[in-house]
């Protein structure tokens, strides 16, 4: 009964090429996000969803694209890989407000080679 | 803007001796503090947070953090270290205006036997 999933959990690719990393929650939950974690561990935001509307951008390269298709998943494709996107990236949810806490994934740990 | 600032990258401590993880924050307004664990290879999971209720709060594991307005601290302690709480450590406060996770650089905790 994974709260929060994504897949895949290891991903390699080549540059140049486009992948996309899926997240689900069933935590009923009615916003989502998105964070990348560097090799140095440090983790930054990179998109909130609200029901399915895009609330956050934090000056993410326009090759990163997120999809919402309900409030139960938030997709992240990626066009173009370049070798700094090398990162593990999290999904996450929560109730929306600042009192909440996020829930996170497992995280999916991209390699561009 | 809110922000919190971990203190030491990295901490060593004995298996049983006291554990104390520094966290300072810097917000205008009363902030909504969380201090989550990363495992190895693992997503984020929350130990505990403050949300005004209590200034020492109880978490997961015996963990426990007080809230010092004076010192803007928020700090997590463990009265006695065990081996399985070697891990990530990071503080993070909710910013008001978007609701997401500003997350401080984590602190890289080891116990020793």
């Known amino acids: 009964d994974t709260a929060v999933s994504q897949t895949p959990k290891y991903l390699v690719t080549q540059m140049g090429n486009d992948k996309s990393i899926k997240c689900e929650q069933n935590l009923g939950h009615d916003t989502m996000y998105w964070y990348k974690q560097d090799s140095k561990k440090f983790l930054k935001i990179m998109f909130s969803y609200n029901n399915k509307e895009l609330i956050i951008n934090e000056t993410v390269p326009n090759r990163f694209s997120p999809k919402s298709p309900d409030k139960a998943h938030l997709n992240l494709h990626i066009n173009s890989l370049e070798l700094g996107d090398s990162a593990v990236y999290f999904c996450a949810s929560s109730q929306t407000g600042v009192r909440t806490e996020a829930f996170f994934g497992q995280g999916t740990r991209l390699t561009v080679v | 803007a809110q922000s919190v600032t971990q203190l030491g990258s990295h901490v060593s401590v004995s298996e049983g001796a006291l554990v104390l993880l520094r966290c300072n924050y810097s917000s205008s307004v009363p902030p909504y503090l969380f201090w989550y664990v990363q495992y190895p290879n693992q997503g984020l999971q929350l130990l505990l947070k403050?949300?005004?209720?209590?200034?020492l709060v109880k978490g997961i594991n015996g963990f426990e953090a007080e809230f010092k307005k004076s010192e803007t601290s928020f700090h997590l302690t463990k009265p006695s270290a065990h081996m399985s709480d070697a891990a990530e450590y990071f503080c993070?406060?909710?910013?008001?205006?978007?609701?997401?996770?500003?997350f401080g650089t984590g602190t890289r905790l080891q116990v020793f036997p």
């Open positions: 993070a406060v909710s910013d008001l205006g978007t609701d997401k996770l500003i």
């Open positions: 403050y949300t005004s209720a209590a200034t």
